[in-house]
């Protein structure tokens, strides 16, 4: 019974903690590790297929840290980046559904990256994205 | 019996947790609504953009590039700290306070420091005639004056502010006021960016100029849902559709190559690679163009 009570008490602990990591209001403390902020919120809701496009060139030479930002927490985010051929260069999917992954850009690319969740129905809340950038 | 008297247990926990969760979740939702500027809906933003956002990369960024490329300051790119009192209307307010926040980028990457008060100073006057004051932290000029020399710390005051500044505005329903202090930063950088291009030949900083094209095709849809709102909106986003036509002159090429990922450092290195080819006549056309644009703004 006490055991019980332990892993329901861990379980309720760790979700909260998930839950507040990627809240839109904890966002930006995810920008940290030298990266600088572009200067922009970038906040939309989610069209009928549960999914916001954001269209963003990436230099050459410079790494960046992409931060998906909801305050969902019946659905896991999913953050994906392509280019504009739309091949897959990035999905969180892969990786425990990472609230912010850094990328070193060899060559300058025009990318689109995608912020959703997996319901059938419709929600209509809002995802934020956040961009970070430093020298290489 | 016992088996009865756990369930029920097992019953007063879930219940428990259940109203546990819910409360902290209505907790979160109440502290968020208790602030003013989230109350605001923001979804104009997305309508008018198609659900679709552009971004726009930071203008520090063309900055680090002149630096990285061993070109000496030059102190005459910028726009005189002095000319604020010129900028009377919201329109040109908010333009400068994004050319002055590249000029203090530039100030910035060169390390003249000394300089960067009086631009710092010159964007909280404007932030002030516009009514965003409030992005600015109340101490935050005397911690700016206290790590002056800290390269890194002014450049985190300085995105820190204008993102706060972006925030602001969306919450309170004034994006196009956020939109035009993105361009005025764009603009400035990319007339930063042209002068060094057309003076120095230096092919990293060509290049860079001719990738703006993407960013300022993002820019013109950033802006073109405020294309009536007025003789001046409209006349701005005439001159970046005409500097967009000479991009279209720019020949950009891209072939994909697979990523390599490194998940214990939370890292893709993408190996795509593209390269840009850029005549001598549009670069000087280009040129020309920004800064025209950017004289109609700061004078």
């Known amino acids: 019974m006490h ?7 861990i379980l309720l ?23 600088v902020s572009d200067g ?24 960046y840290r992409i931060i998906a930002c909801s305050d969902i927490t019946d659905y896991k985010l999913q953050l994906s980046v392509y280019d504009t051929e739309k091949n897959l260069l990035y999905s969180n999917i892969n990786y425990n559904y990472s609230t912010y992954w850094n990328f070193t850009f060899n060559s300058t690319i025009d990318c689109i990256i995608e912020i ?21 | 019996m016992l088996l009865t008297k756990k369930i029920k247990s097992l019953l007063i926990i879930f219940t428990l947790a259940i109203l546990f ?3 902290s979740c209505k907790n979160n939702n109440e502290s968020t609504e208790n ?24 203008p520090y960024q063309a900055t680090y590039t002149i630096k990285n490329s061993n070109i000496s300051f030059d102190y005459s790119l910028l726009n005189s700290a002095d000319n604020y009192s010129n900028y009377t209307t919201n329109f040109t307010q908010a333009l400068n306070i994004g050319i002055y926040g590249t000029d203090i980028g530039y100030l910035n990457v060169y390390a003249q420091t000394q300089k960067v008060i009086s631009y710092f100073s010159t964007i909280k006057y404007l932030s002030e005639e516009l009514g965003i004051q409030s992005a600015f932290q109340s101490s ?20 820190d502010t204008y993102r706060k500044f972006d925030s602001y505005l969306q919450n309170n329903n004034r994006n196009e006021i956020g939109v035009l202090i993105i361009t005025g930063g764009w603009i400035e950088s990319l007339y930063i960016l042209s002068v060094n291009a057309v003076e120095q030949k230096n092919r990293k900083i060509i290049n860079r100029l001719g990738e703006q094209k993407h960013p300022l095709d993002n820019l013109i849809e950033l802006l073109s849902p405020y294309y009536y709102k007025s003789e ?7 001159s970046l559709v005409d500097l967009a036509y000479e991009f279209d002159g720019i020949i950009y090429n891209y072939s994909y190559e697979k990523p390599e990922i490194f998940p214990e450092k939370k890292l893709s290195v993408i190996n795509s690679k593209s390269n840009i080819i850029i005549s001598e006549y549009h670069l000087r056309t280009i040129n020309n163009k920004i800064a025209s644009i950017r004289n109609s703004i700061i004078h």
């Open chain 2, 232 to 238: 001046v909106y409209a006349n701005l986003i005439d």
């Open chain 1, 3 to 9: 055991k019980l009570i332990l892993l329901i008490t």
């Open chain 2, 140 to 159: 935050m000029i005397n911690r700016i004056e206290n790590n002056i020399e800290n390269q890194d710390s002014l450049l985190l005051f300085m995105t």
């Open chain 1, 13 to 35: 602990v760790s979700f909260s903690i998930k839950a507040q990591e990627n809240s839109m209001a904890n966002c930006s403390d995810l920008l940290n590790s030298g990266y």
């Open chain 1, 40 to 63: 922009k919120e970038y906040k939309a809701k989610l069209d009928q297929n549960n999914k916001v496009k954001f269209y963003a060139t990436f230099f050459g030479d410079s790494q």
């Open chain 2, 35 to 58: 602030k003013p500027s989230q109350n605001i809906d923001t979804t104009s933003v997305i309508l008018k953009y198609r659900n679709s956002l552009f971004t726009i990369p930071s």
């Open chain 1, 116 to 136: 959703g969740i997996n319901s059938k129905k419709q929600e209509h809340n809002e995802v934020m994205l956040l961009i970070g950038f430093k020298e290489k």
């Open chain 2, 21 to 23: 969760f819910n409360n």
